[in-house]
C-alpha cells in the first residue's frame, strides 16, 4: 500500500487531530487514514444527483420549503 507524506501541519491543527484520534481511541494515523478513506469514498457529483432526486420528489408531492427570511429578520433584529 502506498504512503503519504504531508509537511508544514498547522500546530493547531495537528493538536485538534491528535484530540479526535484520542475520542476515538485510534492512533494519530489510523485517524487520518480512516479520513482520508472516507473523503476519498465521496464523489461530489453523485451526491449532487442523489440530492436533486430527492428535491424532485419532495416537489412532485407538492411539497415546498418555507421561506425563512422573514423568521432569520426578526430572530436577528432581537
Known sequence: MPDVLV???DEKTLNNWKKRAERNN???QAELKEM???LGKVDIEETRNMVREEL???RAEGRMFSDSV???REIRDR
Do not use: V
Open 70 to 72: 422573514e423568521d432569520l
Open 56 to 58: 424532485a420528489k419532495y
Open 7 to 9: 509537511r508544514n501541519i
Open 36 to 38: 482520508i478513506d472516507a
Open 26 to 28: 485510534r492512533s494519530l
